[in-house]
């Protein structure tokens, strides 16, 4: 039999009255809660924090995996470029970031707190880049620091609407959604129409777990605008794609980590981002194409956190990824969306089939015919999210 | 084994327990500290969040508004959910009993010297991370992978059939991870039965099944009774296993209350879901308890 407390001299009330009442002591500040929560927005101005970059050569750089070129034996890489020339050392962290949302949730106690998430940049795209703005969670960029950005940046990324003069996020590649599909294992996947009801890839293909993402193409299946629509059509594109989850024509919906399952052979055809097929699937075999129906074009942008302690040194490298011969490097690995003026005129000497690259370089009729996706409040934000992740979660 | 490390010492007598009268309260601190820290503190800050004005947002701030028809929004549109939650875990807690009770026998009564090499090989996959090993089932169970092959070959797996992202995955999943916590518990308590206790049951005509049937296994309870309760409050809450291995429609209520809190930011049905899941598994495992007839001796 356990020992009861009453070897100790304690009668049982006691006890129990005790342990409650000490309890109640510790799991007061419990009840904080009880007072609701106050708003994610802090005042930017309340938030600054002291610059010790001339003190520590360092930048703490959080970013999705896939984005920057890796050091190879023979080669430096341009992260390397840049710590060698700056004497400043970066700590990449690669993949930190493997969702918008979820990386929101990561960093959103310390912001919303006015604490350093001990990353001095991250990237993220264009609309979750607008919320943080829209927050006050960012610091405001020197540009006085940033000439190359001012003379390279390409007109199309120049002026966005949610941030017109660039003063908190600088570009760092461009990209677009489609298809990609493994030419060894299926037939070519050319509409999101047939990736979404070809019997033959039944359970064998993914979609992207970022909301924008996947609902834009369920939108324009059904020839809704994803830059203008209602909560009707959301709902109904909605249903549909519960339908493809259930037939289990859908085998998951994933993160950057689809490439996994195309490398794996488990999926045959997947939402994919452009740059990944060429970078993180070596091409080949994988190929990727704008689907039919038209194709998503994003950017992801570097953003410096409040709090974060290295913004010159951050500034300084966003400097040095504008000038187009470390442009041209990093896109010519990475094949993404170069934002960066005259890089094209550089990327020969890295890549010579680079040089007309769909991918990296895309002309005003494609740049025309993109995709976004409408720009959401807040409530409108949840609500979508909610319905998207019942979809996801069975 | 049980019984040993969750008693405090025994005062020898009565008048020496008067003199520690102090003492027994200062041994109570750390753990209750712990549990008030750690336990207590978020399980309030759950409950408050729970009844939060849906209405509300991470961005807004939420306000405290005792919205109870919260529980009902989070049953309405996840009790499949919960069902399939319940379900996976009771078929992985039972298979874990089944292959962990033979082989918490083998070692408490059968290793002989390879006693502790085999208790070692049962805790070794705690050696690596537990998302690696999920990750590398993904390998193994892969559409091109050799079981896959292999299982197709022999016809037991159609030509087009996987084995990865299905339900038998998922499940696969939570029984490899969770066998040891049946393990260990079931060798803790079976190592304690007196050995001649067996014997005197050969002795008197039982047949070994009967033996063990009413002198082995009902002393061995303490073990049957924590090792499940091990395997199956943390496989309903498990989201892992179905996120990796499985799809959609294998999802267990973990998944939606992560997308809810990391995704959605909707605090209130995140923390509803928490709650209510907490509250059915506590209901769940005072009957088992109270049915298994072992309260004293857990």
Not at chain 1, 82 to 90: D, K, L, M, N, S
Not at chain 1, 107 to 135: E, H, N, Y
């Amino acid at each position: 039999m356990p020992a009861s407390p009453s070897q100790f001299g304690l009668s049982r009330r006691k006890f129990i009255q005790g342990a409650s009442l000490s309890a109640l002591a510790i799991g007061g500040p419990g009840l904080l809660a009880a007072c609701g929560t106050s708003g994610a927005k802090v005042d930017q101005s309340e938030c600054t924090s002291s610059d010790s970059s001339s003190s520590e050569k360092e930048i703490n750089f959080s970013n999705w995996i896939g984005y920057v070129d890796p050091v190879k034996a023979k080669d430096t890489s341009t992260l390397e470029k840049f710590e060698q020339q700056t004497g400043i050392t970066v700590d990449y962290q690669n993949g930190d970031v493997n969702d918008n949302e979820q990386f929101y949730s990561k960093v959103s106690p310390q912001l919303q707190g006015c604490k350093s998430t001990g990353r001095d940049v991250f990237v993220l795209t264009d609309w979750m880049a607008a919320r943080m703005i829209d927050l006050g969670w960012l610091q405001k960029l020197d540009h006085s620091k940033l000439p190359n950005v001012d003379a390279n940046i390409i007109d199309f990324l120049k002026s966005p609407s949610w941030d017109p003069n660039r003063d908190y996020s600088v570009p760092w590649q461009s990209g677009m959604t489609g298809i990609c599909y493994n030419s060894e294992l299926t037939d070519p996947v050319t509409s999101f129409k047939e990736l979404l009801t070809r019997p033959d890839l039944n359970g064998k293909i993914e979609l992207l777990t970022e909301m924008r993402d996947t609902m834009l193409f369920l939108l324009l299946m059904q020839d809704s605008d994803p830059e203008d629509f209602t909560d009707d059509e959301f709902s109904a594109a909605i249903d549909k794609l519960q339908g493809y989850v259930d037939n289990g024509q859908v085998r998951r919906f994933a993160g950057n980590d689809y490439v996994d399952d195309m490398k794996s052979g488990d999926i045959v055809a997947c939402e994919a981002w452009s740059g990944d097929v060429i970078n993180l699937l070596g091409g080949g075999k994988y190929k990727w194409l704008p689907p039919e129906e038209g194709f998503a074009l994003w950017t992801d942008n570097m953003l410096v956190p409040n709090k974060a302690e290295h913004k010159s040194n951050v500034e300084e490298m966003m400097n040095f990824y504008y000038d187009p011969v470390n442009a041209a490097k990093l896109s010519a690995w990475n094949y993404y969306f170069c934002p960066v003026a005259g890089a094209q005129e550089e990327i020969g000497q890295f890549d010579k089939s680079a040089v007309n690259s769909s991918y990296i370089f895309l002309d005003e009729k494609t740049l025309a015919s993109g995709k976004s996706f409408m720009i959401l409040d807040e409530k409108q934000n949840q609500s979508y999210q909610q319905q998207f992740n019942q979809v996801q979660g069975g | 084994m049980t019984q040993t490390t969750t008693s405090p010492p025994k005062a020898s007598d009565d008048g020496e327990a008067s003199k520690r009268r102090g003492w027994g309260w200062l041994l109570l601190v750390p753990g209750m500290l712990w549990l008030a820290i750690f336990f207590l503190f978020p399980t309030v800050q759950l409950f408050f969040t729970s009844l939060y004005d849906p209405s509300g947002s991470y961005e807004q701030g939420y306000a405290l508004t005792w919205h109870v028809a919260n529980y009902v929004d989070a049953i309405k549109d996840t009790w499949n959910l919960f069902g399939r939650s319940f379900m996976y875990a009771g078929i992985s807690t039972f298979v874990c009993l089944l292959l962990g009770y033979p082989l918490a026998y083998a070692i408490a009564f059968k290793a002989g010297r390879w006693k502790n090499v085999m208790l070692v090989l049962v805790i070794a996959p705690f050696f690596t991370s537990f998302l690696l090993r999920t990750l590398s089932w993904r390998a193994i169970l892969a559409d091109q992978g050799p079981v896959t092959s292999f299982l197709q070959t022999i016809a037991i797996l159609p030509d087009d059939g996987r084995l990865l992202a299905t339900p038998v995955a998922v499940i696969a999943g939570l029984i490899y991870n969770f066998l040891p916590f049946m393990t260990l518990p079931l060798y803790a308590s079976l190592d304690k039965v007196d050995y001649r206790l067996i014997e005197a049951a050969g002795d008197l005509y039982s047949s070994p099944f009967t033996g063990f049937r009413k002198v082995t296994f009902p002393l061995s309870l303490p073990g049957v009774v924590s090792g499940t309760l091990l395997t199956f409050i943390p496989a309903c809450g498990d989201y892992i296993n179905a996120e990796l291995l499985g799809t959609p429609k294998q999802y267990m209520v973990g998944n939606r209350i992560q997308a809810a809190f990391l995704t959605e930011h909707n605090y209130p049905l995140a923390a509803s879901l928490s709650i209510i899941l907490m509250l059915i598994v506590v209901l769940m495992v005072i009957v088992y308890v109270r049915k298994s007839g072992t309260e004293k001796l857990v």
